[in-house]
């Protein structure tokens, strides 16, 4: 008798093929990995294949692997992560995509697929400087208009570049570079002498 798990895994290499990088079972879950030059079309065949018909796109969000398994990571450097829903089968997919160039990521937008991905986009853009090929309208969505760089990519200041403070002689808002000295917090413990042993 095979499971539900392995249904929708047979059904998703169906509809995918050759074009299958990867795939992965594990807590319950599929994840399978498609290269960039097919990502768009694979997702296309996986909403309108009567084999899969994932209907909705429930999230999509960036990942930086820069230090993922403390350093140790070998291959590309960003993926887009896309968590899809048929609710025809009752089934969740969770598809990889790593970007090609970790200089220039870019990737194939969703949006003429589903709508949703807009936002979620726009958010990966915003935090992880992820490019969407064919996005019509891919802006900040969380930092402010003039924030330099891009905070999730791990190669960010924690201060940041510039500051911003109403100034009353102006009778506005100015930005201005950050006027706080970095500093770097150890933790102190402080402990009893006795702290831990049962009298």
Not at 78 to 90: Q, Y
């Amino acid at each position: 008798m095979t499971t539900k798990l392995e249904n929708l895994e047979s059904a998703v290499k169906g509809v995918i093929g050759e074009r299958l990088v990867q795939s992965h079972l594990a807590l319950g879950e599929l994840t399978v990995v498609v290269l960039a030059k097919d990502y768009l079309q694979v997702m296309f065949d996986l909403r309108d294949s009567a084999a899969t018909c994932f209907e909705q796109l429930i999230d999509l969000c960036g990942v930086d692997y820069s230090t993922y398994g403390d350093g140790l990571w070998q291959g590309k450097r960003f993926a887009v992560v896309s968590h899809l829903t048929s609710v025809k089968h009752n089934w969740r997919l969770r598809v990889r995509v790593f970007v090609e160039d970790d200089e220039f990521p870019i990737v194939a937008s969703l949006v003429d697929v589903w709508s949703t991905a807009n936002w979620y986009e726009r958010e990966a853009f915003d935090f992880f400087g992820i490019l969407f090929d064919g996005h019509n309208d891919l802006r900040r969505i969380l930092t402010d208009y003039g924030f330099i760089g891009h905070p999730f990519r791990k190669d960010f200041p924690i201060s940041g570049y510039v500051e911003m403070r109403y100034d009353a002689d102006q009778k506005r808002v100015v930005y201005q570079p950050v006027t706080i000295e970095p500093r770097e917090n150890t933790p102190r413990i402080i402990r009893e002498e006795n702290y831990g042993i049962k009298g």
